[in-house]
């Protein structure tokens, strides 16, 4: 087609009405004066219009060709069939309507998740060059890359640096800043110096942090912080003059120096800081705590860089491989620790990080692969059926595509005629799909990131996503329409038009494929059925073993007390005070202190030993009086806690059954001396008390120790108050906040979260992946329940006269059910048989997402077969049934 | 769609013919058909309604323009001309034609 016809083409695409009027206008003229010269030359008026026809051809037919010519051919072969398939997929509804449910819920579900993992682990960040951006970290001989970075490491890569152009490094934390009455608590970030400059992003007003400011004491116009636009709109209302403002964060005054554009997410994706303080206020923001002076103590820091132009990474790790060991010197004198990391060859090591660092991906990436497998496997499994369903259709098809064949129609026209269906009904499913995902991978964020970790996570559409999900769409249409295509259009016309069905050896052959696919789906599922049986059955497992105290009806409050003034005993009579306010409230059993919250994954231990034995490690707590009675955790011996048990009293310790049994083997623990190794300070047993999970719930229960929070070697330690309720708690949270105003008006307000909440969130990986896999086996065996069904039907339906026949010639009712019935329980057995090795293999992948439960646990693989043999046969014996209530004179009849 | 006593006329013949009826200048569709026939001597004839794919054909490759305007009896027609090209291409169809009879009737003629 050359650019000229091109151009005249498109022209005439925008004026295609007048086009056609243009031509019949020209042609009318043309008849008219024919009409004119044959009436002249003698013919009557009777037969003037068949003279006409006979001599200018059929009118129409030309207008129909020169209306054609200036069309682009093969778009306008596509919009008839598209409105010729729309029309057939209208004729059967039911198809229709599987077809896009099955579709909806694959593609839905696979995009959903394909959207959390572009948000946690392909989008980069939105700043300029992300490509230039690396992420650092050091190799230490371990198993597990190590990210965590203490203050000496990360300040000497930040001063000498050759490859990088900047080196950042940062912290999440929450910050108190003051509002109208009280502190309240706002995410926040620690960056260092280089942070901004880093990340090339213009701030929207004043100017945003600069090494000057990462120094002790702020620039010499004091300390800064840069706050986000959205920060700017809730608490400043958009005030044009924020910039110069103060923000009193941890009771010390900051000024605003800039605001962030929306866009700007910081370096972590999963994180949504509102105000960017320097990382030398740390000690001002976080105290008492100092990460700073913790020297080599506190590994807080994520560190990451940016490349000077023209380095490549494999420049900057050999520059690396060189400073290593010089920083390793400097960040410390002791001796034994730089000894240990000498042993295992310690260097820092540059990566990719474009996409910024977020510990959400080294946690998630495993169970999100694992979900998007098990979306693969559903959608492969709708296609599956689908490609079935549409090839028994094209089957129940043949005589009217054989005769369209006969009649002049390429075999090509044909093929992308019945592509064009399965590309509509890929289309239409996947646009459902689509519409679906957005809201599927909202929720399915809120499960997996569940919790008051702070993650957050942006799962919007962008290029990607509907990139993949276009993706998906031509290979499901593809996989669902190609082959039955294929198979259709195939073999001789003659044969088609004369025999139809009766094309018995063609027949033989053709109902071999379909065989192939329903018992891959059979396959299929079973695989997911098996999956989902040992995900569930983990997760039941896991609920089951129990944290070890009885996590129902049981309410934290925390509250945070380090920046507020009373510390020691006076703060522990605050706390006192609080309990008793409490434990007055409607519905309130018990009260009572703990340090950390069990199974929240935060963790304190240390050595302990018995006196001239050797230290053992333990998992640590410091809880208040009557603790083990408001979990309760059995209490075996001694007693509880009691305000009474003061730093003057003597120091006391309650160990788990586990810790007892370590330290005291074979012996009475109670009234025992325990030795703590760094301090060599003296504690008392003064209880055994059962064991509890700490930090994680998959972990068995770790020996554990208790301590008096009144004998807590922190001056001010932010306790949650524990609360033993019956029934629900609505009232509570008020009450809390108004207890708290009194008693300490400082302080955040407290913030709650039940006890089943904590213990949701330390099992939302594993309770996501079991209501999912549930979830995806019941789709599973719903779609090839249809596919068994819907094939065996159609199959029946074209062996109608056949069946006739054989029950004219005497064949049993039953007999004639057992004949079709046995076509499908071959290919479920076989496919069965298939998923059940495939399964094998594939579970020991799941080993790891795995709760006392072993991948091949037999009791799940033998009711995975169950359950699908039980559906497979349902499925199979509606078109038996029906096969069998074949009258047979009809059935002969309707040849 | 063109008939001659005994046969058809190719496609590429038709379009040649009508790229010889403009040559003259600017004629509607009908006049086209009318010339064909007279200046044939009525020995080739056209099923006239297919004069029309070929003329739009032209038009689309660009060898013939088309204008709206009044016929002799005042009607609107659309009148096709020669463009630049056209003119080259009749040139060279009317050589390759001369050269091709030449030869066919050489042929025939040989004993």
Same mark, same amino acid.
């Given at each position: ?39 002249? =030359? ?6 003037? %219009? ?45 198809? $229709? ?20 993992? =572009? ?40 001063? !000498?640096? %050759? ?24 995410? #926040? ?16 007003? +004043?100017?945003?942090? $600069? ?46 120096? #800039? ?30 705590? !100092? ?38 010197? @400097? ?56 490609? #079935? ?49 957005? *809201? ?40 669902? +329409? ?9 073999? !001789? ?24 696919? *329903? ?6 599922? *079973? ?57 007055? @409230? ?18 304190? !231990? ?5 006196? #001239? ?47 007892? %049994? ?62 033993? $309720? ?29 006890? =089943? ?139 | ?111």
């Amino acid at each position: 087609m050359s650019l000229h016809q091109l151009f005249l083409k498109i022209q005439s695409l925008f004026r295609r009405r007048s086009m056609a009027s243009e031509i019949s206008e020209e042609l009318e003229f043309h008849q008219a004066l024919l009409r004119d010269r044959l009436s002249r =030359n003698g013919v009557l008026p009777t037969e003037l %219009d068949m003279a006409t026809k006979r001599t200018f051809g059929n009118a129409s037919r030309w207008q129909e060709r020169l209306i054609e010519l200036w069309q682009f051919g093969s778009l306008e072969n596509l919009l008839r069939d598209l409105s010729f398939s729309a029309r057939m997929l209208r004729k059967s509804p039911g198809f $229709t309507a599987v077809a896009l449910l099955t579709l909806t819920l694959g593609v839905g579900a696979n995009t959903a998740v394909f959207s959390l993992i =572009n948000g946690l682990l392909l989008r980069p960040l939105p700043v300029p060059q992300a490509e230039q951006l690396a992420v650092l970290r050091m190799e230490e001989g371990g198993p597990q890359p190590n990210y965590s970075f203490c203050t000496p490491f990360f300040r000497s890569l930040e001063s !000498n640096h %050759d490859a990088f152009a900047d080196v950042f490094a940062y912290n999440p934390d929450t910050l108190q800043v003051q509002g109208r009455s009280a502190n309240e608590n706002i995410p #926040g970030m620690l960056v260092s110096g280089q942070f901004f400059r880093a990340l090339r992003t213009a701030p929207l007003l +004043g100017r945003y942090l $600069t090494p000057e400011d990462d120094r002790p004491g702020g620039s010499p116009e004091g300390l800064a912080v840069v706050v986000t636009e959205q920060f700017w709109e809730t608490w400043f209302d958009r005030a044009p003059d924020v910039v110069g403002r103060k923000l009193v964060i941890a009771n010390v005054p900051f000024t605003v120096v #800039g605001v962030m554009p929306k866009r700007f997410i910081g370096a972590d994706p999963t994180r949504s800081p509102q105000i960017f303080a320097p990382l030398a206020t740390d000690p001002i923001i976080d105290a008492p705590r !100092n990460h700073i002076d913790d020297g080599i103590h506190a590994w807080w820091l994520t560190v990451g860089a940016r490349l000077q132009p023209g380095v490549t990474l494999a420049q900057a790790n050999a520059s690396l491989a060189t400073v290593s060991r010089p920083i390793l010197h @400097q960040a410390s004198d002791d001796a034994e620790f730089i000894g240990e990391e000498e042993k295992v060859h310690f260097h820092f090591v540059a990566e990719p990080g474009s996409r910024g660092f977020a510990d959400a991906r080294l946690l998630f990436r495993r169970p999100l692969l694992a979900m998007f497998s098990m979306c693969a496997g559903i959608l492969l499994l709708a296609c599956l059926n689908l490609a #079935g369903l549409l090839m028994a259709r094209g089957a129940a098809r043949e005589r009217e595509l054989a005769t369209r064949l006969a009649i002049g129609a390429t075999r090509r026209r044909l093929i992308q005629q019945l592509l064009v269906e399965s590309l509509l009904i890929a289309t239409l499913g996947t646009a459902a799909g689509l519409a679906v995902a957005a *809201l599927v991978s909202r929720s399915l964020a809120a499960l997996l990131l569940s919790g008051d970790s702070g993650w957050q996570l942006d799962t919007s559409l962008d290029v990607r996503v509907l990139g993949f999900a276009a993706f998906i769409a031509v290979t499901s249409a593809v996989l669902i +329409g190609l082959v039955p295509a294929l198979e259709a259009t195939a073999g !001789n016309v003659n044969d088609q038009i004369k025999d139809g069905q009766h094309a018995r050896q063609r027949l033989e052959r053709r109902r071999i494929l379909p065989r192939v696919l *329903l018992a891959s789906e059979v396959a299929l599922a *079973l695989v997911l059925v098996v999956g989902a049986g040992l995900l569930a059955t983990s997760m039941v497992r896991l609920f089951k073993s129990g944290p070890g105290f009885d996590p129902h009806e049981l309410v934290n409050i925390a509250f945070r007390m380090d920046k507020q003034q009373l510390e020691g005993d006076a703060l522990m009579r605050q706390y006192q005070q609080l309990a008793e306010g409490l434990s007055r @409230q409607p519905g309130v059993k018990k009260v009572s202190f703990e340090f950390i919250v069990p199974l929240s994954h935060r963790g304190w !231990n240390g050595r302990y030993g018995a006196p #001239g034995a050797q230290p053992q490690l333990m998992y640590m707590n410091s809880v208040g009086p009557d603790y083990f009675a408001t979990m309760r955790i059995p209490l075996y011996q001694g007693r509880e806690f009691t305000w009474a048990d003061s730093k003057a009293s003597g120091l006391k310790i309650t160990l788990n059954r586990s810790a007892a %049994d370590l330290l005291f083997p074979g012996e009475e623990a109670l009234g025992q001396q325990v030795i703590e190794e760094r301090s060599h300070s003296t504690y008392q047993v003064v209880a055994v008390v059962g064991d509890t999970k700490y930090r994680d719930m998959r972990e068995p229960a770790p020996p554990s120790g208790y301590i008096p929070i009144m004998q807590d070697e922190q001056k001010k330690p932010s306790l949650s108050a524990v609360v033993r $309720t019956d029934g629900p708690q609505a009232g509570l949270a008020s009450a809390a906040r108004s207890l708290a105003a009194r008693l300490a008006p400082a302080i955040p307000a407290p913030t709650l979260s039940t006890m =089943n909440e904590v213990l949701n969130d330390a099992m939302s990986t594993e309770r996501m992946m079991a209501l999912l896999s549930v979830f995806f086996a019941g789709c599973a065996l719903l779609v090839t329940a249809i596919g068994l069904y819907g094939t065996l039907a159609y199959a029946t339906a074209r062996r109608t006269s056949e069946i006739g026949i054989r029950m004219a010639l005497g064949a049993q009712r039953m007999r004639v059910m057992l004949l079709v019935f046995r076509e499908n329980a071959l290919v479920a057995t076989i496919g069965s048989g298939i998923g059940l090795a495939i399964a094998l293999l594939v579970s020991r992948a799941l080993a790891s997402f795995l709760y006392g439960t072993s991948p091949h646990d037999p009791w799940v693989l033998v009711g995975s077969v169950a359950a699908l043999s039980l559906i497979a046969s349902v499925a199979s014996l509606l078109p038996a049934v029906r096969a069998a209530r074949i009258e047979p004179m009809a059935a002969i009849r309707r040849e | 769609m063109i008939r001659e006593e005994s046969g058809d006329l190719i496609q590429g013949t038709l379009e040649m013919l009508i790229l010889k009826a403009l040559a003259r200048g600017p004629l509607h569709g009908y006049a086209v058909a009318e010339w064909i026939e007279q200046s044939s001597k009525q020995v080739l004839k056209v099923e006239e309604g297919a004069l029309y794919p070929a003329l739009h054909r032209l038009q689309l490759r660009g060898l013939l323009s088309a204008e709206w305007g009044a016929s002799e009896n005042n009607r609107r027609a659309k009148f096709y001309s020669l463009t630049a090209e056209g003119r080259k291409r009749l040139n060279a169809e009317s050589q390759r034609w001369a050269r091709l009879s030449a030869a066919v009737a050489f042929v025939m003629q040989a004993s």
